[in-house]
């Protein structure tokens, strides 16, 4: 039904471990998001790509790296992560950046960071 | 001060009870508003956009006020299915900035 969907959807990880969040939208879209969602707070916007260029990086630690091959795919490479990393993290897309438009978001993953 | 501000709830409501939440604004320069939806452990959704002469979707009825930089939803006849966690969110200098949320349990 989504045209943003995401892999995996549940990630456990140790604190040493390299893993990556792939993203994808069908939708024909030129902008793309990474956002972190922890228990009872706002969504964070991490990163986002306008026409597969990183456009903003909102003080993101190092140990979060994205990539962004194509305006369809979306990347977050993780390494050495931190327990208070574990957190929903939500991709998203929409037709262009800037556009006050409404972005479509993936099911996000789950990640828990041991 | 937060940029986008909502009371969490929860809110708890008999079925076909009006429902109404409210969200306040920072950032004066902000130009679009939203409401999204999201359950529970799912992805936030967009329910409907708010535009500065109150719109309305059905059931659902949004309200913007640029010069208290406040926006309401309302709902009426709610539904079981209405229970969710309700987002205000802001669009300002490019970006979409998301409340907390303010949860809704509508009950049989």
């Known amino acids: 039904e989504t045209g943003v969907t995401q892999t995996p959807r549940h990630l456990v990880m140790g604190m040493t471990n390299k893993k990556s969040l792939k993203c994808e939208q069908h939708l024909g879209h030129n902008a793309m998001y990474w956002y972190k969602q922890s228990a009872k707070k706002p969504l964070e916007l991490m990163f986002v790509y306008n026409f597969k260029e990183q456009t903003e990086n909102n003080s993101v630690p190092s140990r979060f790296s994205p990539e962004c091959p194509n305006s369809s795919h979306l990347f977050l490479h993780l390494h050495t992560l931190q327990p208070e990393d574990s957190a929903l993290y939500l991709c998203a897309s929409s037709p262009q950046r800037g556009v006050p438009i409404e972005q479509y978001f993936g099911p996000g993953t789950r990640l828990t960071v041991t | 001060r937060k940029e986008v501000e909502q009371d969490p709830g929860p809110f708890n409501v008999p079925e076909g009870a009006t429902v109404a939440f409210n969200c306040t604004y920072s950032n004066s320069a902000s130009q679009s508003f939203f409401w999204y939806r999201q359950d529970c452990r799912k992805e936030p959704k967009l329910l409907m956009s708010?535009?500065?002469s109150g719109n309305e979707d059905g059931r659902f009825t949004a309200q913007l006020n640029r010069a208290s930089q406040y926006i309401s939803l309302l709902i009426r006849d709610s539904k079981l299915s209405d229970s969710a966690t309700y987002l205000c969110?802001?669009?300002?200098?490019?970006?979409?900035?998301f409340g907390s949320g303010t949860q809704l349990t509508v009950l049989p």
């Open positions: 969110v802001v669009n300002a200098e490019r970006q979409l900035t």
């Open positions: 708010v535009y500065s």
